[in-house]
T-cell receptor, first 108, second 113 residues
Framework: LAKTTQPISMDSYEGQEVNITCSHN???????ITWYQQFPSQGPRFIIQ???TKVTNEVASLFIPADRKSSTLSLPRVSLSDTAVYYCLVDNTDKLIFGTGTRLQVFP | SAVISQKPSRDICQRGTSLTIQCQVD?????MFWYRQQPGQSLTLIAT?????????ESGFVIDKFPISRPNLTFSTLTVSNMSPEDSSIYLCSVVGGAGELFFGEGSRLTVL
């Protein structure tokens, strides 16, 4: 299973774009990259998943360079409600292993 | 998507007792997972529970301590046996969606005194 490395924490202000980068140097050919969001006292929630290049949905964008050794979750115009822990996972099986995550704090 | 209900949502237990956590899914799923999240920490996978077979435990977790049942495709239980304060955690049930994403229950917050 590929290991991931993320910043422990990040701070931002409302209305700003936030980019959280995850390193996964040992990613395997069949691995997908998935991001989850977790609010206090709740289970993690799926945000976005990608294999290469760029993926965008109504919540976020995911940028994956050609070598796939890293990925960047982009949250446009964050609000206070985006304060949460964000986890980057890479795997090709249904058994997903969570890393330490990035604690994002959004200030008014 | 899948809707997952866990019971109890929280409980306070005495050392040495056991507690069974229930997980109910609104659709049939093959694989269910149990995670533990200690205070301020990330999630740790305890075991994978497939219907009709024994659960597969991750390193550091054993069946005697965390027995799991999976009687059908929509239900599973996790028992935390002979509890100690170190078992105080949130226990989360999850299932895999059609696109490979995980759906989680709200978790069961366990405090052992």
């Amino acid at each position: 299973l590929a290991k991931t490395t993320q910043p422990i924490s990040m701070d931002s202000y409302e209305g700003q774009e936030v980019n959280i980068t995850c390193s996964h140097n040992n990613i395997a050919t069949n691995d997908y990259i998935t991001w989850y969001q977790q609010f206090p006292s709740q289970g993690p929630r799926f945000i976005i998943q990608g294999y290469k290049t760029k993926v965008t949905n109504e919540v976020a964008s995911l940028f994956i360079p050609a070598d796939r050794k890293s990925s960047t979750l982009s949250l446009p115009r964050v609000s206070l409600s985006d304060t949460a822990v964000y986890y980057c996972l890479v795997d090709n099986t249904d058994k997903l292993i969570f890393g330490t995550g990035t604690r994002l704090q959004v200030f008014p | 998507s899948a809707v997952i209900s866990q019971k109890p949502s929280r409980d306070i237990c005495q050392r040495g007792t056991s507690l069974t956590i229930q997980c109910q899914v609104d659709s049939q799923v093959t694989m269910m997972f149990w995670y533990r999240q200690q205070p301020g920490q990330s999630l740790t996978l305890i075991a994978t529970a497939n219907q009709g077979s024994e659960a597969t435990y991750e390193s550091g977790f054993v069946i005697d301590k965390f027995p799991i049942s999976r009687p059908n495709l929509t239900f599973s239980t996790l028992t935390v046996s002979n509890m100690s304060p170190e078992d105080s955690s949130i226990y989360l049930c999850s299932v895999v969606g059609g696109a490979g994403e995980l759906f989680f229950g709200e978790g069961s917050r366990l405090t052992v005194l």
